[in-house]
């Protein structure tokens, strides 16, 4: 969720490769935002810009906008609520049939949507991958949703909780990493939920950004050649707020408003690594 969609969807295109799905505009309450799913590597990322005064215009108000939620593909929505209010996760919202959004209080500061449809031009649900833009008009193509990044007080203990409410798996755990790097990983099915400690008073020295609470706040994405990336990124004069341990992370300033990191692995665990990573 940004400030301003056309921005981040054309800095996003020019830094790794981002084409736009489809474009709509909501003024429901529960939504409120002009925007629509795009592509990026493997997978989608929703982009909005707040429309009107309801909470995606307090998100972007508060905090300067950023990553927003997580949202799950479930196969039974009534389900789902169902299960989540018997793991006392309270439904915050439900601003369509076919979606719902727990309330970040039950679940550790994260935001997750659950979702029950399927959009048309979606790659994952049989429409075919959009081309990709021409050769030389991206610095950094990305390959895959390396993981998704997020911030809370206990990754290892989270990451048991997140498991066990998704019905996913544990991928990995690393209580000793160094700060601005992942803890502790979750599957989520076709990608990983990455678990941060919170940065306290490093958060701008790491993420290019202050962060003084648990929430979802990077998008990792995979690219062939981190070294050649990182060079295409310099040349154009795209900040990097730091690069160690492969990854390399980008100002938020430089991509629209989306925490962006760029890495040229998955992580332990994740479904789609080789054998040998698993």
Same mark, same amino acid.
């Not at 209080?105 to 979606?122: A, C, H, K, Y």
């Not at 040349?235 to 990854?247: D, H, K, S, Y």
């Not at 430089?254 to 479904?271: C, R, S």
């Given at each position: 969720?940004?400030?301003?969609y056309d921005l ?8 790794v490769?981002l084409t736009?799905?489809?474009y709509?505009?909501?003024t429901d309450?529960g ?9 990026a590597?493997?997978?989608?990322i929703?982009i909005?810009q707040p429309?009107? =005064?309801g909470?995606?215009?307090?998100f ?7 990553m ?11 389900a ?9 996760v309270?439904?915050?919202a439900?601003p369509r049939?076919e979606m ?9 500061g994260?935001?997750?949507q ?5 959009l048309p031009?979606d790659p994952?649900?049989g429409?075919?991958?959009p =081309?990709?833009?021409p050769?030389?008009r991206?610095l950094?193509?990305?390959t895959?949703?390396?993981?998704i990044g997020a911030?809370v007080d206990?990754p290892v203990?989270r990451a048991?909780?997140f ?5 996913t ?11 601005g790097?992942p803890a502790?990983?979750?599957?989520l ?6 678990l941060f400690p ?6 701008h020295?790491?993420w290019g950004?202050p962060?003084?609470r ?9 690219v062939? =050649?981190?070294?050649?990336a ?5 040349g154009a004069?795209i900040?990097?707020v ?5 990854l390399?992370?980008?100002d938020?300033?430089a991509?629209g408003?989306v925490?962006?990191?760029l890495?040229?692995?998955?992580l332990p665990g =994740?479904?789609r690594?080789a054998p040998?990573q698993?």
């Amino acid at each position: 969720m940004v400030a301003d969609y056309d921005l981040a969807v054309r800095n996003l295109a020019t830094i790794v490769g981002l084409t736009a799905l489809e474009y709509s505009e909501s003024t429901d309450p529960g939504i409120g935002r002009r925007g629509g799913m795009a592509w990026a590597g493997d997978n989608a990322i929703e982009i909005g810009q707040p429309i009107g =005064d309801g909470a995606a215009a307090r998100f972007v108000e508060r905090f300067g906008g950023g990553m927003h939620s997580v949202a799950l593909q479930v196969e039974n929505l009534e389900a789902t609520m169902a299960h989540l209010q018997q793991e006392e996760v309270r439904i915050a919202a439900r601003p369509r049939p076919e979606m719902c959004f727990s309330d970040p209080r039950d679940t550790g500061g994260i935001f997750f949507q659950w979702s029950s449809f399927e959009l048309p031009v979606d790659p994952r649900f049989g429409a075919a991958p959009p =081309d990709p833009l021409p050769a030389g008009r991206v610095l950094a193509p990305a390959t895959h949703h390396a993981f998704i990044g997020a911030l809370v007080d206990d990754p290892v203990g989270r990451a048991q909780y997140f498991a066990s409410l998704l019905g996913t798996a544990v991928t990995f755990v690393d209580a000793d990493t160094p700060p601005g790097h992942p803890a502790a990983g979750v599957s989520l099915g076709n990608s990983t939920l990455a678990l941060f400690p919170l940065p306290g008073d490093e958060g701008h020295a790491l993420w290019g950004r202050p962060y003084a609470r648990a929430r979802t706040h990077l998008l990792a994405l995979r690219v062939k =050649d981190l070294g050649a990336a990182t060079d295409a990124l310099h040349g154009a004069g795209i900040t990097i707020v730091r690069w160690e341990g492969g990854l390399v992370v980008l100002d938020p300033a430089a991509t629209g408003g989306v925490q962006i990191a760029l890495t040229g692995a998955f992580l332990p665990g =994740d479904p789609r690594a080789a054998p040998d990573q698993r």
